[in-house]
């Protein structure tokens, strides 16, 4: 059974980090991309970053979204079969719902490209 869990969430205070993690289960990150996703109140769902292996063993972020850029970093740890997503320097706009999914197809910053999504996990910035 294909699950994705995220944790990591929480309320802290802009220019504070957190790290998000998306555990997945019932496949290998060997052959799918994971893409973070967030939606805050009353805005529209915004892809910010995908991670694949396009050889099979080495992880390459495939884009950032340029709200997160620079800020952001994803990556995958192979023994926990899990995807991480560090921010730093957090902002009030940082402020939504981050979701992972699986990319089906491709890494991209459309959800049609995924096809099985995490609970969502709530990222609050707020002094």
């Known amino acids: 059974q294909v699950q994705l869990v995220e944790s990591g969430g929480g309320l802290v205070q802009p220019g504070d980090s957190l790290r998000l993690s998306c555990a997945a289960s019932?496949?290998?990150?060997?052959?799918?991309?994971i893409g973070w996703f967030r939606q805050a109140p009353g805005k529209e769902r915004e892809g910010i970053s995908c991670?694949?292996?396009?050889?099979?063993?080495?992880?390459?972020?495939?884009y950032y979204a340029d709200s997160v850029k620079g800020r952001f970093t994803i990556s995958g740890d192979n023994a926990r079969n899990t995807v991480y997503l560090q921010m730093k320097s957090l902002k009030p706009e940082d402020t939504a719902v981050y979701y992972c999914?699986?990319?089906?197809?491709?890494?991209?910053?459309?959800?049609?490209?995924?096809?099985?999504w995490g609970q969502g996990n709530q990222v609050t910035v707020s002094s």
């Open positions: 991670i694949s292996k396009r050889d099979g063993s080495t992880y390459y972020a495939e």
């Open positions: 019932g496949f290998t990150l060997d052959y799918y991309g």
């Open positions: 999914a699986r990319a089906f197809s491709r890494c991209s910053g459309y959800g049609s490209d995924y096809d099985y």
